[in-house]
């Protein structure tokens, strides 16, 4: 198995409600990451889980909150979301953390509207 | 500050023809450049990637030219065909460090 699974594909959310976002792999990498990509941008990196640890958060609001349930799982939880934060929602992993490669494999993304 | 500057943002070729997409870098510590193609509503997927030690990979009808000194990497797309039509993102890391992507090039391939 060499991809990366993501749900839902899409989700639609009022600024009050709760929702999660999942993601799961079986390559037995150790690094998961998510990461935001607007409209004709490039994906911007919002956090870093090496070995079920969260090691990166580049700066993110609280009101996305990560959880790293074993090294297959990744969850990105929402709540109180703001329209702007309308985007797609991309969850990568990769091979053990310092083997040198940054290989990176990406899902096909949750697109998130906030209304 | 952008740490890789990609160019051209959109680019049109002919069906058969060569297309060419530069990106330079900032920071010689990056160890490892990668390309990723991205059709619209899907994630990013790995093309093909190469580390400085290396000047030149092909693989099939995509070709990465390094060039260290300069600082500069260009992915070639021979024999473009319209499936070939997707955003193209240089990047480069080092290490295991954070992935750093370029503004990104949508290429368009006519018939």
């Known amino acids: 198995d060499t991809e990366v699974t993501q749900t839902p594909k899409h989700l639609v959310m009022g600024m009050t409600n709760k929702k999660s976002l999942k993601c799961e792999q079986h390559m037995g990498h150790r690094a998961m990451y998510w990461y935001k990509q607007k409209a004709k941008k490039p994906p911007e990196l919002m956090f870093v889980y090496s070995y079920e640890k969260l090691s990166i958060n580049e700066s993110v609001p609280s009101r996305f909150s990560p959880e790293c349930p074993n090294s297959s799982l990744l969850n990105l939880h929402l709540h109180a979301l703001q329209p702007e934060d309308s985007a797609l929602y991309l969850c990568?992993?990769?091979?053990?953390?310092?083997?040198?490669?940054?290989?990176?494999?990406f899902g096909p993304g949750t697109r998130l509207t906030v209304l | 500050q952008q740490q890789v500057k990609q160019s051209p943002q959109s680019l049109i070729v002919q069906k058969g023809g060569i297309s060419i997409i530069n990106c330079a870098y900032e920071?010689?510590?990056?160890?490892?450049f990668p390309w990723y193609q991205q059709f619209p509503g899907k994630g990013p997927a790995l093309l093909i990637a190469i580390r400085p030690d290396v000047s030149e990979k092909k693989e099939g009808r995509f070709t990465i030219s390094f060039n260290k000194s300069a600082k500069q990497f260009s992915l070639h797309i021979m024999d473009s065909q319209p499936g070939d039509s997707a955003t193209y993102f240089c990047?480069?890391?080092?290490?295991?460090?954070?992935?750093?992507f370029g503004i990104g090039t949508k290429l368009q391939v006519i018939p």
């Open positions: 920071n010689t510590a990056f160890d490892y």
């Open positions: 990047a480069a890391s080092r290490g295991y460090q954070k992935v750093t």
């Open positions: 990568a992993s990769s091979q053990d953390p310092g083997q040198g490669s940054n290989e990176q494999f």
